[in-house]
């Protein structure tokens, strides 16, 4: 079993044995039926099992996915258009954080411990929704990542992204 540890002081940001804080959640989405409107939501529940509860269909590896909204709206310039960012179908959106620095890493997303597996790879689904998109979400990760479920947890808005650090 992990432990989760606190973060409150500057001190124990820099602890080796703590964790980092390096981002912040600013909604959250879920994709009820396959091809459907995605449905903005107040909180998120995660599980091993079942990924996203509500969401429709996940993989054993890809059960959660982070959009950061920088990279959204960097995405969005370049094709000179604004979207809204569910237009990407992603669960979670972040910001100030370095999504793909946590590749094969573990983080705590709210109250979950997630590990990203990787760079969400754009779709056609992104030229429906704008002819261009598909092609501006492959530049620098704008797509975002994906990630499993190591430990069940609840996600909400201002919910903090956090790095586990060890000394090991």
Same mark, same amino acid.
């Given at each position: ?8 002081? #500057? ?6 044995? =703590?964790? !980092? ?5 600013? %909604? ?7 091809? =459907? *409107?995605? #449905?903005? %939501? ?27 909204? #920088?990279?959204?709206? *960097? *995405? ?8 809204? !960012?569910?237009?990407?179908? %992603?669960?979670?959106?972040?910001? =100030? ?10 983080? !705590?997303?709210?109250? *979950? ?27 620098? !990760? ?13 996600? %909400? ?12």
């Amino acid at each position: 079993m992990t432990t989760r540890m606190q973060v409150t002081s #500057a001190f124990e940001l820099n602890d080796p044995r =703590g964790v !980092w804080v390096q981002g912040t959640v600013l %909604a959250l989405a879920l994709r009820p039926e396959k091809g =459907g *409107a995605m #449905a903005l %939501a107040e909180s998120i529940s995660l599980t091993p099992e079942n990924g996203v509860i509500g969401d429709h269909g996940t993989s054993k590896n890809r059960q959660v996915t982070l959009l950061d909204e #920088a990279n959204w709206i *960097a *995405a969005c310039e370049e094709i000179s258009t604004q979207l809204p !960012w569910t237009a990407r179908r %992603a669960n979670i959106l972040v910001q =100030g954080i370095d999504l793909p620095k946590l590749v094969e890493q573990r983080v !705590w997303v709210g109250t *979950a411990l997630v590990e990203v597996i990787g760079e969400v790879d754009p779709c056609y689904v992104m030229d429906a929704a704008q002819n261009g998109l598909k092609d501006a979400l492959k530049t620098d !990760w704008r797509g975002g990542v994906y990630a499993r479920v190591i430990e069940s947890g609840v996600v %909400a808005p201002d919910d903090k992204i956090s790095q586990i650090h060890s000394s090991q």
